[in-house]
């Protein structure tokens, strides 16, 4: 029931930014462009441990992994201006987004930094 219930909550968060998207796109961004998926996150995994460092440690690490994730909100929009399909955008992004996340890990992985 639990499972269910933290699924239930995730998702009415996507469908209600999508609604609202229709109707107004700052409004939708302003939604999406807050961290609700890691609040989401950070209570889950509290909840489910009590355990603090564990809530520190997730926080510190998604600071870090933000930094290659904006490859996808550069180039989803450039291909689209392109006019590209947006399917083929897409997958685009994801996947330039994936090789910035490889490239990413290796640095950060060579200057040992520790997250």
Same mark, same amino acid.
């Given at each position: 029931?639990?499972?269910?219930?933290?699924?239930?909550?995730? *998702?009415?968060?996507? $469908?209600?930014?999508?609604?609202?998207a229709k109707k107004n796109t700052l409004s939708a *961004?302003?939604? $999406? !462009?807050?961290?609700?998926?890691?609040?989401? *996150?950070?209570?889950?995994?509290?909840?489910?441990? +009590?355990?603090?460092?564990?809530?520190?440690?997730?926080?510190? !690490?998604?600071? $870090?992994?933000?930094?290659?994730?904006?490859?996808?909100?550069?180039?989803?929009?450039?291909?689209? +201006?392109?006019?590209?399909?947006?399917?083929?955008?897409?997958? $685009?992004?994801?996947?330039?987004?994936? *090789?910035?996340?490889?490239?990413?890990?290796?640095?950060?992985?060579?200057?040992?930094?520790?997250?």
């Amino acid at each position: 029931m639990y499972i269910f219930l933290k699924t239930l909550i995730s *998702a009415l968060i996507i $469908v209600i930014v999508s609604e609202v998207a229709k109707k107004n796109t700052l409004s939708a *961004a302003l939604i $999406v !462009s807050l961290p609700l998926t890691s609040l989401l *996150a950070f209570t889950w995994l509290y909840y489910d441990t +009590k355990n603090i460092q564990k809530v520190i440690d997730l926080s510190l !690490s998604t600071i $870090v992994m933000t930094i290659p994730s904006i490859t996808f909100f550069i180039v989803l929009p450039i291909m689209l +201006k392109l006019k590209q399909n947006f399917t083929f955008s897409l997958i $685009v992004s994801m996947l330039t987004t994936s *090789a910035t996340y490889y490239i990413f890990i290796i640095i950060i992985k060579k200057y040992n930094f520790n997250f």
